[in-house]
């Protein structure tokens, strides 16, 4: 089976198509700099092009099973209005050239897994959201009802398409998680703020494998959250750091510095909201790390 991935060298790009592809599938990676990053198996075809604009890479399409759409600029920076283009752009455009690619009443179906957002959902304090809760209303939830949108566009063409939904990937080599350990490391690690916001995670073993499961899934389209099932508070993610780490976790981050640091991100790590994949846990998906305790231990 032949799979197409833009954003593939990307943390999470680089995990999957190396997990794909000891599984026998071939893979195409398309990104701007495909060489950039730990670099893939030497047995994967690459393609390097700025998927926001239509072109040649596009003819290269037709030719794959499985279009697994991960790029856009990461979200885990400081806002101004040119960032907000930018993570707009590298979505929608994106999105909108991969489908436009997709060739009309194909022989075969040609399954779509559109990379969203956990952040669709907008923020909550302990409601819990599933497949069936509607978008919020902030910026992130907003932008991802657009992309996922352009995604469903592919609907018509006959294809497959999963959107799939998804939290803050924990993994060992790059990822939030060295982002969250570092403060801890070196003897200053805390909870953010009031640390009872939620944080929807996933480690990145089970988003491979549940990549995988919706591929083999015919049954599975629509949305799809990629989360754990066992979100946990701020406050519980760093004591369990402090814990495995044997570092202490008495300095918090107080709100008023990441509004300073932040800007308008940091709404968006001062609040969060309860995600669980209920699609993915009806469908008989076995999550390898389904606490945070357990994804914590196996990382660090």
Same mark, same amino acid.
């Given at each position: 089976?032949?799979?197409?991935?833009?954003?593939?060298?990307?943390?999470?790009?680089?995990?999957?198509?190396?997990?794909?592809?000891?599984?026998?599938?071939?893979?195409?990676?398309?990104?701007?700099?495909?060489?950039?990053?730990?670099?893939?198996?030497?047995?994967?075809?690459?393609?390097?092009?700025?998927?926001?604009?239509?072109?040649?890479?596009?003819?290269?399409?037709?030719?794959?099973?499985?279009?697994?759409?991960?790029?856009?600029?990461?979200?885990?920076?400081?806002?101004?209005?040119?960032?907000?283009? @930018?993570? #707009? *752009?590298?979505?929608? %455009?994106?999105?909108?050239? /991969?489908?436009?690619?997709?060739?009309? $009443?194909?022989?075969?179906?040609?399954?779509?897994?559109?990379?969203?957002?956990?952040?669709?959902?907008?923020?909550?304090?302990?409601?819990?959201?599933?497949?069936?809760?509607?978008?919020?209303?902030?910026?992130?939830?907003?932008?991802?009802?657009?992309?996922?949108?352009?995604?469903?566009?592919?609907?018509?063409?006959?294809?497959?398409?999963?959107?799939?939904?998804?939290?803050?990937? @924990?993994? #060992? *080599?790059?990822?939030? %998680?060295?982002?969250?350990? /570092?403060?801890?490391?070196?003897?200053? $690690?805390?909870?953010?703020?009031?640390?009872?916001?939620?944080?929807?995670?996933?480690?990145?073993?089970?988003?491979?494998?549940?990549?995988?499961?919706?591929?083999?899934?015919?049954?599975?389209?629509?949305?799809?959250?990629?989360?754990?099932?066992?979100?946990?508070?701020?406050?519980?993610?760093?004591?369990?750091?402090?814990?495995?780490?044997?570092?202490?976790?008495?300095?918090?981050?107080?709100?008023?510095?990441?509004?300073?640091?932040?800007?308008?991100?940091?709404?968006?790590?001062?609040?969060?909201?309860?995600?669980?994949?209920?699609?993915?846990?009806?469908?008989?998906?076995?999550?390898?790390?389904?606490?945070?305790?357990?994804?914590?231990?196996?990382?660090?």
């Amino acid at each position: 089976m032949k799979v197409f991935i833009t954003g593939g060298s990307g943390f999470l790009g680089t995990n999957l198509t190396k997990f794909l592809v000891d599984r026998g599938f071939e893979v195409t990676i398309m990104a701007r700099n495909p060489e950039k990053g730990p670099g893939a198996p030497r047995n994967v075809r690459k393609i390097a092009a700025d998927s926001m604009k239509p072109g040649s890479w596009q003819d290269e399409v037709a030719a794959h099973d499985v279009l697994i759409n991960l790029a856009g600029v990461s979200v885990f920076h400081r806002w101004d209005e040119s960032y907000k283009k @930018l993570l #707009r *752009d590298s979505r929608i %455009l994106t999105t909108k050239n /991969l489908v436009d690619a997709i060739p009309s $009443g194909a022989d075969r179906k040609v399954t779509l897994i559109s990379a969203s957002g956990a952040g669709y959902y907008g923020f909550g304090e302990d409601e819990k959201f599933d497949e069936s809760a509607p978008p919020g209303a902030d910026y992130l939830a907003r932008l991802a009802r657009d992309w996922e949108n352009e995604a469903s566009k592919a609907d018509a063409k006959g294809s497959r398409v999963a959107r799939i939904r998804i939290g803050i990937i @924990l993994g #060992r *080599d790059g990822g939030a %998680l060295h982002q969250m350990t /570092l403060p801890f490391r070196f003897f200053v $690690g805390g909870q953010i703020g009031d640390g009872k916001q939620w944080i929807s995670w996933i480690h990145v073993d089970d988003i491979c494998r549940a990549t995988l499961f919706v591929i083999e899934n015919e049954a599975i389209s629509g949305p799809v959250n990629f989360t754990a099932p066992s979100p946990a508070r701020n406050s519980e993610l760093s004591q369990t750091i402090s814990k495995i780490l044997r570092r202490p976790a008495f300095v918090p981050a107080p709100a008023f510095m990441m509004k300073v640091a932040l800007g308008e991100f940091s709404s968006y790590v001062l609040n969060g909201q309860r995600v669980i994949p209920k699609v993915l846990l009806e469908k008989g998906f076995k999550f390898d790390y389904p606490t945070i305790k357990g994804a914590l231990e196996d990382l660090l």
